[in-house]
């Protein structure tokens, strides 16, 4: 008897291969009895080619396509919510790490004011308030503070 490698097969592949002593079966389970027969090499590698060609199929289900269960929900939410692409992802990651230095390359009333506006998303108003200044100095420091960050990014990068 040949060894053959053993392989995994789809559910409803109900036949075994053998070859003994360069004569070549198929065996098969029918009605609760297994049955052996004889083909000829033609046949038995048609047989292997087949199987074959199932492995190749179950391989490339594992590999690439999604198992999840697609419901509406998820479906909807791919379409509103698209995927960030791996390029996309390193150049926004960049360019956050970028700026977190830039910010912190400001002088310290700038960066509190700009981490204050635009991070905890508080007000100029509110800004003014917390420090005790008007509202007109909160402002032009916001700006100042943006334009030196333009300068700062344009030397990082």
């Known amino acids: 008897m040949v060894d053959r ?19 070549y079966y198929i065996i098969f389970k029918s009605n609760n009895k297994y049955n052996e027969v004889e083909v000829t090499k033609e046949v038995f590698d ?14 490339e289900f594992d590999r690439h396509i999604e198992h999840s269960e697609l419901t509406e929900h998820t479906l909807n939410n791919r379409m509103l919510f698209k995927q960030e692409s791996i ?19 400001l002088p310290e009333v700038q960066r509190r004011r700009i981490k204050l506006y635009y991070f905890d ?7 003014a308030k917390l420090e005790n ?3 007109k100095n909160i402002s032009k420091s916001l700006t100042v503070a943006k334009n030196n960050l333009k300068e700062i990014l344009k030397k990082l990068v």
């Open 5 to 23: 490698p053993k392989r995994r097969k789809k559910m409803d592949n109900p036949y075994n291969l053998k070859i003994i002593n360069n004569n």
């Open 46 to 59: 048609l047989m292997n080619r087949f199987e074959l060609d199932d492995l190749k199929e179950l391989n």
């Open 87 to 105: 390029e996309d992802l390193i150049i926004r990651k960049t360019s956050l790490e970028d700026l977190r230095k830039a910010i912190n390359m």
């Open 121 to 127: 998303e508080l007000t100029e108003k509110e800004i």
């Open 133 to 135: 200044v008007s509202q």
